[in-house]
């Protein structure tokens, strides 16, 4: 709080249209963007590709992963496992977002270590969150506390019903704001099916 | 015209686009990212949207039109213009991908036919409309005028 530390997002998207507007939402929640088209591409940013690493300086240090699930090759689900098998990366917190709902999916990336899964089409708002969410983390002594809210987040996520749209480690601390966002959520994403 | 017309033509024109389901709030989203350091950023990531969207029509009309479609690959194109058109608030043309996702979960070629007309046409429109609109903005902006804020 109150540092003014401007975190290093790597946006991965196969979609130009998706890559302009995720680009636009994180620089003016102030972030660096680094926006790259596959999960190869993003692999070899990290270098996890075998190539040399473009991450070697500390000022290009990697914050945040924010990955579309969908993509041809690779997708948004196996580069969060590559990440997380990655003693190098595994820290890094990756964020996967998604246009279609599907809760096997939703609890597949959540198991594998996703911090948070995002419906599109992205807000402002969920930016703002997550910018929030990592800054505090990057400052925080206290990783017990994040990983103790992940893991009570998916022991939650077995009894959730169908009205949470958005999954993410702050349920249980923000729950009656977010049933109340999500029911109008859930309204408006029904007809997206 | 005068600056005070065109800013009240605009403002109309805006509301009927999303009275009439045209646009929906996505598109506000994405006007509330543009300001003063990016003025252009609606007008490029629509123009985005048309090329990406044009391409895929493209794809679209030569895979339907093989002798053995390839419905997976058909579908994997409408996934992609739903994303984009989502992205976008480009309401219509969205809608129109979900229909089409199951016409080509049914492997119907005559039903994905008539979808890929329907999304045609609701592309043109939209395409239509939304040149008309930054066309507005435009002349605004030469006569001296602020791009008023339809919210």
Redesign the interface.
Known sequence: MGMAQELHVLAVDDSLVDRKVIERLLKISCCKVTAVESGRRALQYLGLDGEKSSMGIDGLKVNLILTDYSMPGMTGYELLKKIKESSALSKIPVVIMSSEKILPRIDRCLEEGAEEFLLKPVKLSDVKRLRDFILRGEGDDDKLTDKKIKEACSRKRKFQDDSTTQVTAHDIESSPESSASSESQQQKQSKIG | MEVVQLQRSFVEYMDSLFREGFLD??FS??Q??Q?DS?PD?VV??VS??FE?SERLLNDLTMALDQPNVDFKQVD?HV??L???S????AQRV??CC?PFRNCCEEQNTEACLRCLQQIKQEYLLVKNKLQTLFDLEQQIVAAGGAIPMVQ
Request: aromatic letters at 8%.
């Open positions: 709030a996505q989203q994405l509330q990212l300001d990016n950023f490029e990531v985005l949207f990406d994997a996934h992609q739903k994303g984009s989502s992205s976008v608030g969205k809608n979900i």
